[in-house]
Nanobody, 121 residues
Framework: QPQLAEFGGGSVQAGGTLKLSCKGP????????MGWFRQVSGKERERVAT???????RYAPSVKGRFTISKNNDKTTLWLEMSNLKPEDSAMYIC???????????????WGQGTQVTVSS
């Protein structure tokens, strides 16, 4: 499957903003269910935000109102804009696609490597 790659991670102070991007060369992101997940070492992976091909967006309660998932017009880039960041948002952020379902409720089957986000207090 085409590879997904994340960009834009880094370190920021609490209250700050970061914008992550996920690119999939040769991958028409608008065709698939796309999502951002995050994982802290030793903990379960958490679903952060998902975007269906039909345009339905869902957020985890912990990020709703602070994070925004979007797609670029070129259909090959998925964004996650994170504002008012908190130390508990620190994690590896991973872009993923589910090429088998359109509702984003299933298990995603194509994953990027992730980009680290660290928020200091």
């Amino acid at each position: 499957q085409p590879q997904l790659a994340e960009f834009g991670g880094g370190s920021v102070q609490a209250g700050g903003t970061l914008k992550l991007s996920c690119k999939g060369p040769g991958y028409t992101i608008s065709m698939y269910c796309m999502g951002w997940f995050r994982q802290v070492s030793g903990k379960e992976r958490e679903r952060v935000a998902t975007y269906t091909p039909g345009g339905i967006i869902r957020y985890a309660p912990s990020v709703k109102g602070r994070f925004t998932i979007s797609k670029n017009n070129d259909k090959t880039t998925l964004w996650l804009e994170m504002s008012n960041l908190k130390p508990e948002d620190s994690a590896m952020y991973i872009c993923a696609a589910d090429t088998r379902r359109d509702d984003c409720f299933g298990e995603f089957n194509n994953w990027g490597q992730g980009t680290q986000v660290t928020v200091s207090s």
